[in-house]
């Protein structure tokens, strides 16, 4: 089992930055992948980015690459979002997921435990 809470959401202008954190518990956390996902008003879940059980291997959707940056620290049992050059586009609720089966897959599908989500709204 793996719970996560995520945090550091807020209101930000178009160009600041945010950075979101989730941390976990349950023993599981050092051998799952772990997504960041977000859903905006009337659209659905979407991939964001994910990062490998060691940190050595990250992926991101094109609307957040070189704008975003996942990691992890496995020895505090939390994984990050780094979001640089934010756009108004990027509001949405954001969610971590874990999937100790490791399949890094894009699809949310693929992931076994999420987080509540944490506001981000990023104004014009």
């Known amino acids: 089992q793996v719970q996560l809470v995520e945090s550091g959401g807020g209101l930000v202008q178009a160009g600041g930055s945010l950075r979101l954190s989730c941390a976990a518990s349950?023993?599981?956390?050092?051998?799952?992948?772990m997504g960041w996902f977000r859903q905006a008003p009337g659209k659905e879940r979407e991939f964001v980015a994910k990062?490998?059980?060691?940190?050595?291997?990250?992926d991101y959707a094109d609307s957040v690459k070189g704008r975003f940056t996942i990691s992890r620290d496995n020895a505090k049992n939390t994984v990050y979002l780094q979001m640089n050059s934010l756009k108004p586009e990027d509001t949405a609720v954001y969610y971590c997921?874990?999937?100790?089966?490791?399949?890094?897959?894009?699809?949310?599908?693929?992931?076994?435990?999420w987080g509540q989500g944490t506001q981000v709204t990023v104004s014009s």
């Open positions: 349950g023993r599981t956390f050092g051998i799952s992948v």
């Open positions: 990062i490998s059980r060691s940190g050595g291997i990250t």
């Open positions: 997921a874990a999937d100790p089966k490791q399949r890094f897959l894009y699809s949310d599908n693929g992931y076994d435990y």
